[in-house]
Nanobody, 121 residues
């Protein structure tokens, strides 16, 4: 069984910073990619940032230059440093991990439960 657990959400003022963490644990053979999506009320879930097992990263245009994703492969953990936060960044942030549970298994995406980020004065 695989678990994906996020932490670090909360309330922050506009212009402030938050750091989200996400750890994958359990029966994991290898992880291809980890990243973050977010979903604001009344909107579809959107990709925020992702990082592969190497150094390749991908960001939504709306967060480029403000958010930084990083990964600790040894700990199966991914971080999202969010700076210069805006009200429009308010959403539930979901972590995912695309991984194999053993060598011959196909890659599967596992999701965390989500963590609320609220940017408000």
């Amino acid at each position: 069984q695989v678990h994906v657990v996020e932490s670090g959400g909360g309330l922050v003022q506009p212009g402030g910073s938050l750091r989200l963490s996400c750890a994958a644990s359990g029966s994991i053979f290898s992880i291809y990619a980890m990243g973050w999506y977010r979903q604001a009320p009344g909107k579809e879930r959107e990709l925020v940032a992702a990082v592969t097992s190497g150094v390749s990263t991908n960001y939504a245009d709306s967060v480029k230059g403000r958010f930084t994703i990083s990964r600790d492969n040894a700990r199966n953990t991914v971080y999202l440093q969010m700076n210069s936060l805006k009200a429009e960044d308010t959403a539930v942030y979901y972590c995912y991990a695309r991984l194999r549970v053993h060598e011959v298994a196909p890659p599967v995406i596992y999701w965390g439960q989500g963590t609320q980020v609220t940017v408000s004065s």
